[in-house]
């Protein structure tokens, strides 16, 4: 399978853990989104990585969310001191090159804070 | 500000009808792309479809048509000839030049009836 993937694919967590998830995105491509879905809406735009460098970062997203992406291949979104509000479906989208801009979206990691 | 607005929240049609979903998009850029993506039953986002700024023309891919106009700020979507494996979640999405951020709006839920 040379998609973009995701671990874990579900994660049930209490209020106040810290949680970590991993987006493997297709090989080569250097652009990395991680977006987050609640029920009935839209994908919503966390951060955008080019190759290692964080380039954007929404402002609506606080700051218990950290990502990175070493040597710009896998990326991680760890959000601690989970609230209930945090329960959602965590996206990661790889793309190439800079005028393509096509995104090729991951399976997503459905994350529920008890 | 950048926003996608899809008006349809919900369209049901009988198989072998046409359906168009609607668009409406703001931004202040001049160069600007916009998408449609599908998301099944599964739940995996689907590319579509890309457009840029400066590209009017219609575009027909199978049963897939998209209508650009940049006068009405509207990228609408039409399934002709709607078969049951239509039945998705359609999001437009719009970025700017650099691609760093992607808005999406809220999706039109399509139920394609046997």
């Known amino acids: 399978d040379t998609g973009v993937s995701q671990d874990p694919r579900h994660k049930i967590t209490k209020r106040g853990q810290n949680v970590t998830f991993r987006c493997d995105p297709i090989?080569?491509?250097?652009?990395l989104y991680w977006y987050r879905q609640t029920l009935g809406q839209g994908p919503e735009f966390l951060t955008y990585?080019?190759?290692?460098?964080?380039?954007?970062k929404s402002r609506l997203l606080s700051d218990r969310f950290s990502a990175e992406r070493p040597k710009g291949s896998f990326s991680t979104l760890e959000i601690q001191r989970t609230e209930q509000g945090d329960s959602a479906m965590y996206l990661c989208a790889s793309g190439a090159g800079t005028h393509a801009l096509e995104q090729f979206f991951g399976p997503g990691t459905r994350l529920t804070v008890l | 500000a950048q926003k996608v607005t899809q008006a349809q929240t919900e369209i049901s049609v009988v198989e072998k009808e046409d359906v168009t979903l609607d668009c409406v998009y703001e931004?202040?850029?001049?160069?600007?792309?916009l998408f449609w993506y599908k998301q099944p039953p599964s739940g995996e986002l689907v590319f579509l479809i890309r457009r840029n700024s400066f590209d009017e023309q219609n575009e027909i891919s199978g049963r897939y048509s998209w209508n650009f106009q940049k006068s009405t700020s509207s990228f609408n979507f039409t399934i002709t000839a709607s078969q049951v494996v239509d039945s998705a979640v359609y999001f437009c999405a719009l970025t700017g030049n650099t691609g760093n951020q992607f808005y999406f709006g809220t999706g039109t839920s399509l139920t394609v009836i046997p």
């Open positions: 090989s080569e491509h250097n652009r």
């Open positions: 931004t202040r850029d001049t160069t600007y792309y």
């Open positions: 990585f080019q190759n290692e460098a964080q380039l954007e």
